[in-house]
């Protein structure tokens, strides 16, 4: 037997009899609407299975990434070789799986900081306004004036090609978009009742911006933030084709492009270069996929 809620009167009642059922939360409206995006679903499945993948690579391939083998090289996918070999005889599933590691890395922690560095800018200057908001905005536009393309290989050449610098690189050139998108919002929610309230009682401006604006701009951040994971894995990939980026023997999708790139390689092993191409093609779209189901999801305007 239902039981009733005793604050619903009779007549209510039965003018709506769903006034019996409990309310869904925010969590499973929020999954609701974005398991009917199906395309985001299937980004989220495809991203799940290549993070687990890269993650337990030392476990699930059975070579080493550097192993070099010349008496296989340009291998085709067999039983000892699922996906073939290169020219020098490594796996290349083995150096998909680690060169997923290195690319994600790159990508994640490029994004984290151009989060904090966009973030803390764009706060900055759509809480406080006037002057600041002038003097961090120029800056941005600065930044953004400055082709991202040359700016990326100009630093990369002036210092050494590694993981951590290349973290660095895309993360002091890939904030600007976040930080406009920040101000935005937190010229948008500055003059809302909660916050004039909050000045009201005396509240600290940081304990404002942080406990109060920021968690209600935190939505449009996030999908901001999935969509440049997909940016930057193609810029690294774009550097590391080029020599730019990541460095042999360390393995990444975009420099096993590079060492494909052979004009007899491509002829005689024609899947070598296909795998890392595809794995960057799927992973890119899988991340636009699921930024586009999560503003759907996010999307206060759409709930039913």
């Known amino acids: 037997m239902s039981q009733t809620n005793p604050e619903i009167s009779q007549s209510e009642l039965e003018l709506n009899p769903n006034l019996t059922e409990k309310p869904e939360t925010l969590t499973k409206i929020f999954l609701r609407k974005f398991m009917k995006n199906k395309l985001a679903v299937i980004g989220a499945v495809f991203l799940f299975i290549i993070i687990l993948a890269s993650i337990l690579a030392p476990v699930i391939t059975p070579y080493s990434f550097e192993q070099v083998n010349l008496m296989a090289k340009l291998h085709p996918p067999s039983a000892d070789y699922w996906l073939g070999t290169d020219r020098y005889g490594r796996d290349i599933f083995t150096r998909l799986m680690y060169g997923g590691q290195i690319s994600l890395m790159v990508a994640f922690g490029s994004v984290i900081g151009a989060l904090i560095i966009g973030v803390s800018i764009g706060a900055l200057a759509g809480y406080y306004g006037g002057i600041i908001d002038a003097i961090l905005m120029r800056i941005v536009d600065i930044v953004i004036s400055i082709p991202s393309i040359f700016l990326?290989?100009?630093i990369v050449t002036i210092f050494k090609p590694s993981v951590g610098n290349l973290i660095i690189v895309f993360a002091l050139t890939s904030w600007t978009s976040t930080a406009r998108l920040v101000r935005g919002e937190f010229l948008s929610?500055?003059?809302?009742?909660?916050v004039l309230a909050s000045k009201t009682i005396g509240t600290k401006s940081y304990k404002i911006i942080f406990s109060h604006i920021l968690p209600n701009a935190m939505a449009p951040i996030?999908?901001?933030?999935?969509?440049?994971?997909?940016?930057?894995?193609?810029?690294e990939a774009g550097l590391?084709?080029?020599?730019?980026?990541v460095?042999?023997?360390?393995?990444?999708w975009g420099n096993m492009l590079q060492d494909a790139q052979n004009y007899t390689v491509m002829l005689t092993a024609p899947w070598y270069p296909i795998f890392p191409g595809l794995l960057i093609l799927l992973t890119v779209l899988s991340f636009n996929f699921v930024g586009d189901g999560l503003r759907d999801a996010l999307d206060p305007k759409s709930i039913e």
């Open 152 to 154: 990326l290989i100009t």
């Open 189 to 194: 929610l500055r003059s809302r009742e909660f």
């Open 222 to 235: 996030i999908v901001a933030a999935t969509l440049l994971v997909g940016s930057v894995i193609l810029a």
């Open 240 to 245: 590391s084709y080029l020599g730019l980026g």
């Open 247 to 252: 460095q042999p023997p360390l393995a990444s």
